[in-house]
C-alpha cells in the first residue's frame, strides 16, 4: 500500500516560483512511477508531469512549456515539482499519484495512489 501526501503550495505573483513536495509512505515506493496532476474549479483533471521509478526518464504535459521540473528522491520517499515563471492560468489543485505500471502515462485512471492535493494560487 502507498499514501500520499503533498505539500508546498500557497499563493504566488505571476512570475513566481513554487516547490510541490509529495511525501510516500509504504515499503515499496521505489517501485511505483510517479505524476502530478493539477485540476482547477469546472474543469477536469490535467496531467502536469511524470517521472519513472529510477528517475531516469520523464515526461511532461504541453501546457507546461519547459517551465516545471518533476524529480524524486527515493531515499527520501518523495517526489518534487519545481514550478517557475508561474501564470495565474496555473492555479488549481495539484495532486501526486503512484503508478505500479511498466511505463510512463500521462491518463489519470492508470494510476494507483493519489495525495489529497495541495491548493497552488497564483495572482497577477
Known amino acids: 500500500q502507498v499514501q500520499l501526501v503533498e505539500s508546498g503550495g500557497g499563493l504566488v505573483q505571476a512570475g513566481g516560483s513554487l516547490r510541490l513536495s509529495c511525501a510516500a509512505s509504504g515499503r515499496t515506493f521505489s517501485n511505483y512511477a510517479m505524476g502530478w496532476f493539477r485540476q482547477a474549479p469546472e474543469k477536469e483533471r490535467e496531467f502536469v508531469a511524470a517521472?519513472?521509478?529510477?528517475?531516469?526518464?520523464?515526461y511532461y504535459g504541453d501546457s507546461i512549456k519547459g517551465r516545471f521540473t518533476i524529480s524524486r528522491d527515493n531515499a527520501k520517499n518523495t517526489v518534487y515539482l519545481q514550478m517557475n515563471r508561474l501564470k495565474p492560468e496555473d492555479t488549481a489543485v495539484y495532486s501526486c499519484?503512484?503508478?505500479?505500471?511498466?511505463?510512463?502515462?500521462?491518463?489519470?485512471?492508470?494510476?494507483?495512489?493519489w495525495g489529497q492535493g495541495t491548493q497552488v494560487t497564483v495572482s497577477s
Open positions: 517521472i519513472s521509478w529510477s528517475g531516469a526518464t520523464t
Open positions: 499519484a503512484a503508478d505500479s505500471g511498466p511505463i510512463l502515462t500521462t491518463m489519470s485512471p492508470a494510476y494507483d495512489y
